[in-house]
């Protein structure tokens, strides 16, 4: 975690996404899904986790999203890439979102 910029990490995360489909796989897997930047890797992903809500990492998995051609009016448009990460926790490691911080 020493080779990466203190401040890069803190932009790496962008927000956590809430949904139905990600609390279930928070509850199964013991993961939580994040909205990262798009250049984002996997070892600045888990170095970013593990200084922000002092947890441990087991491992992470990143997928890339297409956006959605969209219209608006009479023109197409279309919305912007994200890139999700899905961190995996170490046993016994918990994000509360709800309480802002670790458990």
Request: charged share 25%; net charge positive; glycine share 6%.
């Amino acid at each position: 975690m020493s080779n990466f910029n203190q401040e890069r990490l803190l932009q790496v995360l962008l927000a956590p996404q809430i949904s139905e489909k990600a609390t279930f796989v928070a509850d199964k897997n013991e993961q939580v899904v994040f909205f990262v930047t798009s250049d984002a890797t996997k070892p600045e992903v888990k170095a970013a986790v593990e200084l922000l809500f002092k947890v441990q990492v087991d491992s992470v998995q990143i997928s890339n999203l297409k956006g959605k051609v969209k219209r608006f009016g009479r023109s197409m448009g279309r919305r912007k890439d994200a890139k999700k990460a899905f961190v995996c926790l170490k046993p016994g490691q918990e994000i509360n979102f709800a309480e802002g911080g670790a458990a």
